[in-house]
T-cell receptor, first 118, second 113 residues
Framework: AQKITQTQPGMFVQEKEAVTLDCTYD???????LFWYKQPSSGEMIFLIY??????QNATEGRYSLNFQKARKSANLVISASQLGDSAMYFC???????????????FGGGTRVLVKP | DAGITQSPRHKVTETGTPVTLRCHQT?????MYWYRQDPGHGLRLIHY???????DKGEVSDGYSVSRSKTEDFLLTLESATSSQTSVYFC????????????FGSGTRLTVV
């Protein structure tokens, strides 16, 4: 079973509008972390935002916010006021319970490609 | 990120040849990871290391081996490259168990012909 599912392979958004990228996850752990990364066409992986499973408030970082709905196991990324530079691939990832020998591995979804239109 | 260097950045190799990719970090991070990125699959974990000489398999480890003889270097070896191993390979590091700031290298684009 997929641990991280991103159901939107690609989407267009108008510049200055908000966009929501969907991410659902599957875990039986109570302690886990959720991440979003941006990968522009240059290829580097850029960390955007992190949400811990015990964090009561949704994480925010500038124009990025994470809509965390624990009961639904969803961790959607909201980008407000889209800019042309937001055009990129976006990945949702999860790290399950941090245990030394488990290696703190990240599991990634398949990604969503966002294209911002002027 | 200057903290992680992957080499080579690009490589074309023939089927059946051995290939070694290198990940070098200057951050003294404990954990190191090798991922491969393929369209539609995101990044998938190949192998990881939780200390010098401590390594374990990820979800797509078949055909790959790794070694970590010192903290700063994590080597990924394809013993006999196949066309299915054509991919972009990313190395990542994590300082410790209490951290969530993973650092990624710039990637190595490997083509097996």
């Amino acid at each position: 079973a997929q641990k991280i599912t991103q159901t939107q392979p690609g989407m267009f958004v108008q510049e200055k509008e908000a966009v929501t990228l969907d991410c659902t996850y599957d875990t039986s752990d109570q302690s886990y972390g959720l991440f979003w990364y941006k990968q522009p066409s240059s290829g580097e992986m850029i960390f955007l935002i992190y949400q811990g499973s015990y964090d009561e408030q949704n994480a925010t970082e500038g124009r990025y916010s994470l809509n965390f709905q624990k009961a639904r196991k969803s961790a959607n990324l909201v980008i407000s006021a889209s800019q042309l530079g937001d055009s990129a691939m976006y990945f949702c990832a999860m790290r399950e319970r941090a245990v030394k020998a488990a290696g703190n591995k990240l599991t990634f979804g398949g990604g969503t490609r966002v294209l911002v239109k002027p | 990120d200057a903290g992680i260097t992957q080499s080579p950045r690009h490589k074309v190799t023939e089927t059946g040849t051995p290939v070694t990719l290198r990940c070098h970090q200057t951050e003294n991070h404990r954990y190191m990871y090798w991922y491969r990125q393929d369209p539609g699959h995101g990044l998938r974990l190949i192998h990881y290391s939780y200390g010098v000489k401590d390594t374990d398999k990820g979800e797509v480890s078949d055909g790959y081996s790794v070694s970590r003889s010192k903290t700063e270097d994590f080597l990924l070896t394809l013993e006999s490259a196949t066309s299915s191993q054509t991919s972009v390979y990313f190395c990542a590091t994590l300082e410790g168990i209490a951290n969530y700031g993973y650092t990624f290298g710039s990637g190595t684009r490997l083509t097996v012909v």
